[in-house]
């Protein structure tokens, strides 16, 4: 029987901090009313402490994962980091967040994908497995957001939040694990949502940081136009090639960045309200941490063979679904 990747363990962390609609109200002019309206939200967690970056959740989240598999550091093969607000520019976070936990036998790198980088990095990792060459992977997502926000810039700063998630990966020859997967990109798009300053074209200097050019622009409207249609697109794409109706799908497993966007894709699925993970109204967008914070908070509910469709859009833009069958019951610990 062919190999297939399947997750056989979850981990997640967010901030203790929690920044309310209420608080921003104090910083930008919006209402509590306007953002959950719109958005769906009501909170996000927010990384406080000096130099701590996205690893520092990544481990958190990691020793999660340890606690209730049983895994072991030495075991970990090959760490994915899915991230948009990496430590540094380079080394990878992926290379710290290895030594930070001593997984001194894996190599690791980061993928950069927007919002949608977790689910590349998932299906990345899907491939070594199904190689044959590698048996325990660790696909990390997760960032930062607070470091790339501009909490004077409605337009944003209501949306966002930190908070990071991983996925164990491990061959499975049962007939679970990831079917199927659609991976799309268009970089026409990324004059909507992108950071201007920082990279190799505008370096930082005192001028980039002086015209606040280190921060998250988004042009909302045409990425929510964009979100809806591909997202909704493949993840019909994707129950159509393998013959699956809404009454075949357990769980929707959407990108968390606006509850609109979400229903628009689970109605143009035929998939009713009790199946869609849900806790964009807790986290905000976490950017890379939307979908493993999903399975993060509903594991306990996932039975064996489920079926689990994802769907992601993001910065890129980039944008994707995947045909997952779930591998065990109920949460691991
Ligand atoms: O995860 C990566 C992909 N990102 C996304 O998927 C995000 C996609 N975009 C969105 O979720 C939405 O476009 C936003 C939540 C960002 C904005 O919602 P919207 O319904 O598209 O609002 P809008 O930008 O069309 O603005 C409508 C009105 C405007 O006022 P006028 O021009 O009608 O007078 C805005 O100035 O709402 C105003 N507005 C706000 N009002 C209160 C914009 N932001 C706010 C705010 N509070 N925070």
Same mark, same amino acid.
């Given at each position: 029987?062919?190999?297939?990747?399947?997750?056989?363990?979850?981990?997640?962390?967010?901030?203790?901090?929690?920044?309310?609609?209420?608080?921003?109200? %104090?910083?930008?002019?919006?209402?509590?009313?306007?953002? *959950?309206?719109?958005?769906?939200?009501?909170?996000?967690?927010?990384?406080?402490?000096?130099? &701590?970056?996205?690893?520092? &959740?990544?481990?958190?989240?990691?020793?999660?994962?340890?606690? =209730?598999?049983?895994?072991?550091?030495?075991?970990?093969?090959?760490?994915?980091?899915?991230?948009?607000?990496?430590?540094?520019?380079?080394?990878?976070?992926?290379?710290?967040?290895?030594?930070?936990?001593?997984?001194?036998?894996?190599?690791?790198?980061?993928?950069?994908?927007?919002?949608?980088?977790?689910? @590349?990095?998932?299906?990345?990792?899907?491939?070594?497995?199904?190689?044959?060459?590698?048996?325990? $992977?660790?696909?990390?997502?997760? /960032?930062?957001?607070?470091?790339?926000?501009?909490?004077?810039?409605?337009? %944003?700063?209501?949306?966002?939040?930190?908070?990071?998630?991983?996925?164990?990966?491990?061959?499975?020859?049962?007939?679970?694990?990831?079917?199927?997967?659609? #991976?799309?990109?268009?970089?026409?798009?990324? *004059? @909507?949502?992108?950071?201007?300053?920082?990279?190799?074209?505008?370096?930082?200097?005192?001028?980039?940081?002086?015209?606040?050019?280190?921060?998250?622009? +988004?042009?909302? *409207?045409?990425?929510? *136009?964009?979100?809806? +249609?591909?997202?909704?697109?493949?993840?019909?794409? $994707?129950?159509?090639?393998? !013959?699956?109706?809404?009454?075949?799908? +357990?769980? #929707?497993?959407?990108?968390?960045?606006?509850?609109?966007? $979400?229903?628009? %894709?689970? /109605?143009?699925?035929?998939?009713?309200?009790?199946?869609?993970?849900?806790?964009?109204?807790?986290?905000?967008?976490?950017? !890379?941490?939307?979908?493993?914070?999903?399975?993060?908070?509903?594991?306990?509910?996932?039975?064996?063979?489920?079926?689990?469709?994802?769907?992601?859009?993001?910065?890129?833009?980039?944008?994707?679904?995947?045909?997952? =069958?779930?591998? @065990?019951?109920?949460?691991?610990?």
């Amino acid at each position: 029987m062919k190999i297939r990747a399947a997750i056989t363990g979850v981990g997640g962390f967010v901030p203790d901090y929690i920044l309310s609609n209420r608080e921003l109200e %104090t910083m930008v002019e919006t209402t509590d009313e306007w953002i *959950k309206t719109r958005t769906g939200i009501s909170e996000r967690r927010i990384l406080k402490g000096e130099g &701590m970056g996205m690893s520092h &959740m990544a481990v958190k989240a990691i020793d999660n994962l340890k606690n =209730k598999t049983g895994l072991k550091s030495e075991e970990i093969e090959l760490i994915i980091c899915a991230t948009t607000t990496p430590d540094y520019v380079f080394p990878a976070s992926a290379n710290l967040i290895g030594a930070e936990i001593g997984a001194v036998n894996a190599f690791g790198f980061d993928v950069q994908a927007a919002c949608s980088g977790f689910l @590349y990095a998932l299906i990345t990792g899907s491939q070594f497995i199904e190689s044959g060459k590698y048996k325990k $992977i660790l696909v990390v997502g997760g /960032d930062k957001m607070s470091s790339i926000i501009n909490y004077k810039d409605r337009n %944003t700063c209501i949306i966002f939040g930190d908070g990071c998630g991983v996925v164990l990966l491990e061959p499975d020859m049962n007939g679970n694990g990831i079917m199927d997967s659609i #991976l799309r990109s268009d970089g026409n798009g990324s *004059k @909507y949502l992108f950071m201007k300053a920082g990279g190799s074209r505008y370096p930082a200097s005192t001028e980039s940081v002086g015209k606040e050019e280190h921060y998250v622009f +988004q042009e909302g *409207k045409t990425v929510f *136009k964009f979100a809806v +249609q591909n997202m909704a697109d493949t993840a019909y794409e $994707i129950m159509q090639r393998n !013959n699956l109706s809404g009454e075949h799908i +357990q769980w #929707l497993v959407p990108h968390q960045a606006n509850k609109r966007i $979400i229903d628009a %894709t689970a /109605d143009r699925m035929g998939i009713s309200q009790e199946k869609i993970m849900l806790n964009v109204n807790r986290y905000g967008n976490t950017t !890379n941490g939307t979908l493993p914070l999903c399975l993060w908070d509903y594991e306990s509910k996932l039975r064996k063979n489920d079926n689990l469709i994802f769907a992601t859009f993001g910065g890129g833009f980039t944008w994707g679904a995947c045909f997952l =069958k779930w591998g @065990y019951d109920g949460s691991r610990k």
